[in-house]
């Protein structure tokens, strides 16, 4: 197996962290029957895996579970991390240099504010999306959420949600993507990862060979703010592992809502 480097994505991070890759990894590996779909046909008008996907016709949806929801904070605040997290992920997703802008905003700059940095992130995606590969996030459906812990300059919280969350593969893409099953069932979890292969009928009649990995799961993410403000920016489950993990938050802070999300979840169960 093949592993290709890629360092520090800020995107790579939250979508494989929160997935996060840190390693973009090509190769052979083995696949169940049970964790493959492949060799069919679907006819679709336009496809968030091919160029020229209309995104105004976004199938991200960011939603707050009503049913399952645990909250320990206000139901407007709630919707605006809901509302700021759309953007975050939207803006992530489409890998456009015009929308780089709105999603540094939300993320938190207030303690790490390398925007040169940031910006090489940027150009490293673009060269793998022109290489054929990308990271997207297609639902998010809010279930939990903290109360706030104040710090110095900042408040932070954090959100427990089930993810779908996909990695795309173009038809000009070289690599084997069966290769990245064991770095997605090391986040996600074994059997919550599937591989996809199908024909894809556009609307002029030409078809596109798509390939993709889905991940459906639970995970956490960290929502930060400064004190004077309702701007809500977002962190991995993770974050701490990057290189400016230890700017972001107190460790204190971060254990103890990890903590409080593992106890209530024990009651529940």
Not at 13 to 29: E, I, P, Q, Y
Not at 98 to 126: C, E, V
Request: net charge negative.
């Amino acid at each position: 197996m093949i592993f290709h480097k890629i360092s520090n994505s800020i995107f790579f991070l939250f979508a494989f962290v929160f997935t996060t890759l840190a390693l973009f990894c090509t190769g052979c590996a083995d696949i169940s029957e049970e964790e493959i779909v492949e060799n069919h046909t679907i006819n679709t008008e336009s496809s968030p895996s091919v160029p020229g996907f209309d995104w105004s016709n976004d199938p991200l949806k960011v939603g707050i579970n009503d049913n399952l929801l645990n909250s320990k904070m206000g139901r407007d605040t709630l919707d605006g991390i809901a509302e700021d997290m759309y953007q975050y992920l939207h803006t992530m997703n489409t890998i456009d240099s015009s929308d780089w802008i709105i999603h540094l905003s939300h993320f938190p700059m207030h303690r790490y504010s390398d925007t040169s940095k940031l910006n090489k992130q940027f150009a490293g995606l673009s060269h793998w999306k022109e290489k054929g590969f990308a990271n997207r996030v297609g639902n998010i459906d809010i279930q939990y959420a903290s109360d706030w812990i104040l710090e110095e300059d900042q408040m932070v919280a954090l959100i427990g949600h089930d993810i779908d969350f996909y990695q795309d593969f173009l038809p000009n893409f070289e690599g084997n993507p069966e290769g990245m099953k064991f770095m997605l069932e090391d986040k996600y979890g074994r059997g919550n990862c599937t591989y996809n292969s199908y024909t894809d009928i556009m609307g002029n009649g030409d078809s596109l060979l798509i390939r993709n990995w889905h991940a459906h799961a639970y995970t956490n993410t960290y929502v930060l703010c400064n004190l004077d403000s309702l701007h809500f920016t977002f962190l991995p489950i993770g974050f701490q592992k990057a290189d400016f993990g230890a700017q972001m938050m107190d460790s204190e802070t971060m254990l103890t809502l990890l903590r409080d999300h593992r106890e209530l979840f024990k009651e529940e169960n």
